[in-house]
């Protein structure tokens, strides 16, 4: 696996020119990779790995953060339409909090990897490299704005983990999950100072960890899994 790569092609030959350079020089099978919720204080974690098919496009695809909420929905909608394969993996607050959030990642990232069927013959990943992944890949500087796949997985993702932060959201309703999907933001920073962290917060992080004592005087902290997202809709606990 090489170190991350400067933008490769694009400029502006488009965001399927990379796979498509790939493909000519024999790697039938091209999978991207991305995370959701990286740099969030509340809720999970969400790797993608997507393989699109050879030859067919959809419209509008980029890094799911410089889409509107309708874009990256309809995106989502035709990447789980036209998939060759796809795989999402979960990783849930107390499993970052264990582990880090730098070794979840990789490992998300990893076993969504793993999940694909048929198997990847060349991965690329937006950022940073993913070892042990059974075939040669790239980690790509931005790589959700060059490669179409790596788009996808950042899109299926986003938008994975932002509808199960609008559900923490009725779960708990004081915090605002629904508006700032968990990351820190004044809102929020004021809900954990009036309400303390609640079972789906990250403890392991400052801004949570300074309200921690009122949490523990409430005995609020649950207890959390993981859960394996995969096409077909299938999830594992």
Known sequence: MLSPSRPLIRSDGGIYVL???LRR???????GADEAGRGACA?????AAVVLPDRREIEGLNDSKLLTQLARERIFEQVMATAVTWAAIVVEPEQ?????LHVG????????IAKLTPAPTYV???????DGIGAPGLAVW???QVAACVAAASVVAKVTRDRMMTELDSLYPEYGFAEHKGYSTPEHAAALREHGPS???????KNVAATWLTAQQAGRRGTVSSVELQKGGSRER
Do not use: Q, W
């Open 19 to 21: 796979e498509r350079a």
């Open 25 to 31: 020089r024999g790697f039938a099978v091209v999978a």
């Open 43 to 47: 809720g999970p974690l969400v790797a």
């Open 96 to 100: 970052i909090d264990e582990r880090g």
């Open 105 to 112: 990642n990789v490992a998300a990232m990893r076993r969504a």
């Open 124 to 130: 690329l990943t937006d950022g940073f490299a993913v």
């Open 142 to 144: 931005k790589g959700d």
């Open 199 to 205: 079972p789906v917060h990250r403890h392991s992080y």
